[in-house]
């Protein structure tokens, strides 16, 4: 299994950034995915989840409103539209597979991309 995060970078704050996550070797339409981040000093938190057909969508209280989770089954990739951005957002955003919805240790994880939002 391999789970590629793209489309980081460095963004002023109140900009925007859309993070794709690019799955393979698993049958991407029967996994839930998940995105997490990690601060520079700070423990990895989740970010937000979407199940496997898309019809269920979570989001830590921290970027509700602000960031948006999807999924494109026929393309096997999930996309986070992350707008708003603030300073407290820069951290590493890495992706995640499970075929549990709610799991906090998913089964599969990917490497991340560094988003970096300047004040």
């Known amino acids: 299994v391999q789970l590629q995060a793209s489309g980081g970078g460095l963004v002023q704050a109140g900009g925007s950034l859309r993070l794709s996550c690019a799955a393979s070797g698993l049958t991407f339409s029967s996994y839930t995915m998940i995105w997490f981040r990690q601060a520079p000093g700070k423990e990895r938190e989740f970010v937000a989840r979407i199940n496997s057909n898309g019809s269920l969508r979570s989001y830590a209280d921290s970027v509700k409103g602000r960031f948006t989770i999807s999924r494109e089954n026929a393309k096997n990739t999930m996309y986070l539209q992350m707008d708003s951005l603030n300073p407290e957002d820069t951290a590493i955003y890495s992706c995640?597979?499970?075929?549990?919805?709610?799991?906090?240790?998913?089964?599969?994880w990917g490497q991340g991309t560094l988003v970096t939002v300047s004040s």
């Open positions: 995640a597979a499970d075929r549990l919805f709610a799991t906090s240790r998913p089964a599969h």
